[in-house]
């Protein structure tokens, strides 16, 4: 069952906190870095795709971030703004920050990697302050994403989010999306998950970060994670196992897979991004956890199958078609 019930008469749908950087995606695939010349330049950072995709589902999405006071912040915040997310909390930086750049490599459709440049960027320079709590008031569904708790001010910003929306009923969505070379230490990274997740309502993650998060703890299984997270605030927990599947769990002990479909891979990044984004519009819909999952599913096949991950978020029709292509046969790997 989706249990989750979202505040009613809000005027916004979606909101993100945390990372907004540019993605440097290769045009030569099928080599390495080392021999790639030329990349292009698309917005990035997990939550910014996520609040992307949500927004191609046409719902009312707003973003609070921080952004260099340079050209890339500003091709940022025009993206958004022609992706017609409400950008009045993203807030320019004026102390000389820069922008996040990812460099992504793709020697192989199963063979991709990242090259990040994250030294003294904006968007962990957010503060407290600068988080706007009528937005978080006025939405249904708050996300916030792993990075952003990676040093301070940014962490103490995010954990002002969740506060605000726990005081205000808004649901609140946790996209683990652990980068472990913006961390000092594995113990650091899994003090501060754990007190983020306790607050979060819904929890996304791959098999190997919750591993991360629980390195205190002795048992590393499925069941044993998602009970944890029940004694809290989560109604719903999501273990991803690359490709075997994803499993949710629901607070009522039960646990739901959904079928995959078969995609002509470009590159693997972007997948994750793409099956929450497609995940939490479901849920919101109010669909079955089977349906929202197999939803998030075919949303990540046709990012993996682009060359982009913002660009190629999909509106909910190509969704619908691509499923109904699988179904019928006609996309077949």
């Given at each position: 069952m989706n249990d989750i019930t979202f505040p009613a008469d809000r005027s916004l749908?979606?909101?993100?906190?945390?990372?907004?950087?540019?993605?440097?995606?290769?045009?030569?695939i099928n080599r390495p870095m080392e021999e790639t010349s030329t990349f292009t330049k698309y917005v990035g950072g997990s939550p910014a795709n996520i609040t992307i995709g949500m927004s191609r589902f046409t719902?009312?999405?707003?973003?609070?971030?921080?952004?260099?006071?340079?050209?890339?912040g500003r091709f940022i915040r025009d993206y958004l703004e022609k992706n017609e997310i409400d950008t009045s909390n993203v807030v320019n930086d004026?102390?000389?920050?820069?922008?996040?750049?990812?460099?992504?490599?793709?020697?192989?459709?199963?063979?991709?990697?990242?090259?990040?440049y994250r030294d003294n960027v904006a968007d962990l320079l957010l503060t407290p302050s600068e988080v706007n709590?009528?937005?978080?008031?006025?939405s249904k569904l708050l996300l916030i994403s792993g990075t952003a708790l990676a040093q301070s001010p940014s962490r103490e910003a995010v954990f002002q989010a969740l506060q605000y929306a726990k005081k205000h009923g808004t649901v609140i969505a946790f996209d683990l999306d652990y980068r472990p070379y913006t961390w000092k230490?594995?113990?650091?990274?899994?003090?501060?998950?754990?007190?983020?997740?306790?607050?979060?309502?819904?929890?996304l993650g791959t098999r190997e970060e919750f591993d991360m998060m629980e390195c205190f703890e002795q048992e590393h299984s499925d069941h044993s994670t998602a009970s944890r997270w029940f004694n809290h605030s989560a109604q719903i927990v999501i273990i991803k196992h690359g490709k075997e599947g994803s499993i949710a769990y629901t607070k009522d002990g039960a646990s739901?897979?959904?079928?995959?479909?078969?995609?002509?891979?470009?590159?693997?990044?972007?997948?994750?991004?793409?099956?929450?984004?497609?995940?939490?519009?479901?849920?919101?819909?109010g669909w079955t956890l089977e349906k929202s999952m197999e939803f998030g599913s075919a949303s990540a096949c046709i990012v993996i199958s682009s060359h982009s991950c913002s660009d190629a978020m999909p509106r909910a029709e190509q969704v619908h078609d691509y499923i109904a292509r699988c179904e019928r046969g006609e996309i077949v790997v």
């Open positions: 749908d979606f909101t993100a906190i945390g990372r907004l950087c540019i993605d440097l995606n290769a045009n030569e719902l009312k999405t707003a973003f609070i971030g921080k952004i260099a006071n340079d050209q890339m004026y102390t000389g920050a820069v922008t996040g750049l990812a460099f992504t490599e793709i020697k192989s459709p199963t063979d991709c990697s990242i090259l990040m709590e009528e937005l978080i008031a006025k230490s594995q113990e650091e990274t899994a003090v501060y998950y754990n007190l983020a997740a306790e607050k979060c309502d819904i929890i739901h897979r959904a079928k995959s479909f078969p995609a002509k891979v470009i590159k693997t990044f972007g997948a994750g991004d793409s099956y929450a984004a497609g995940f939490l519009y479901g849920v919101m819909q």
